[in-house]
């Protein structure tokens, strides 16, 4: 499974983006599927989830009300809507595959995708 990350850009505070996880080469509508941001210095950490059938979904405390993770099995495609973003946001993100949706050491990881937020 190769994964693509795309969506990100600069924005201004208060501002959104819609970030796209698309996976190529197999299916990943089995996949529990993850977004990691990595800022500046500082280490990787979980933004959200959600499992492969979006029955079960998860976010960082800090994400809540403000991020809304989902999927198109069809499209082969999980999707991080951002809204009100906060220079704090500025990182990079990465999608994530996992079959049993632990993230340790997920199966599989997509190159990131920078999201720069100006204040």
């Known amino acids: 499974v190769q994964l693509q990350a795309s969506g990100g850009g600069l924005v201004q505070a208060g501002g959104s983006l819609r970030l796209s996880c698309a996976a190529s080469?197999?299916?990943?509508?089995?996949?529990?599927v993850g977004w990691f941001r990595q800022a500046p210095g500082k280490e990787r950490k979980f933004v959200a989830a959600?499992?492969?059938?979006?029955?079960?979904?998860y976010y960082a405390d800090s994400m809540k009300g403000r991020f809304t993770i989902s999927r198109d099995n069809a499209k082969n495609t999980v999707y991080l809507q951002m809204n009100s973003l906060k220079p704090e946001d500025t990182a990079i993100y990465y999608c994530?595959?996992?079959?049993?949706?632990?993230?340790?050491?997920?199966?599989?990881w997509g190159q990131g995708t920078l999201v720069t937020v100006s204040s």
């Open positions: 080469g197999r299916t990943i509508s089995r996949y529990a």
């Open positions: 959600i499992s492969w059938s979006g029955d079960n979904i």
């Open positions: 994530a595959a996992d079959i049993s949706g632990s993230w340790t050491s997920p199966h599989y």
